[in-house]
């Protein structure tokens, strides 16, 4: 896979429209996909921990990261469908 994120996926939005946080553009597209396993692999874990033990915190923080991941598997497709047309 030669593919590279796009760099135009944000995350982490709040009252606005404008997100806090943005997937940057040209990085590798089968390193940005095993950070964003890595990330769900927390996630997954996370969930179960705030299931079983009552810490909603854990639940808070399972939903931003996966929103992250989430915005790096979709900036990576955006790049692979760009990588496409040219």
Sequence with gaps: MNDKTAGVTGFGYGDGEQPLFRVEPG????????????IMACVKRMTLLAATDGEANLGWGAHLMSDMAKAVMDDVELGRQRGSTE
Excluded at 27 to 38: I, L, T, V
């Design 27 to 38: 990085q590798d597209g089968k390193s940005a996909m095993e950070q964003a396993s890595a």
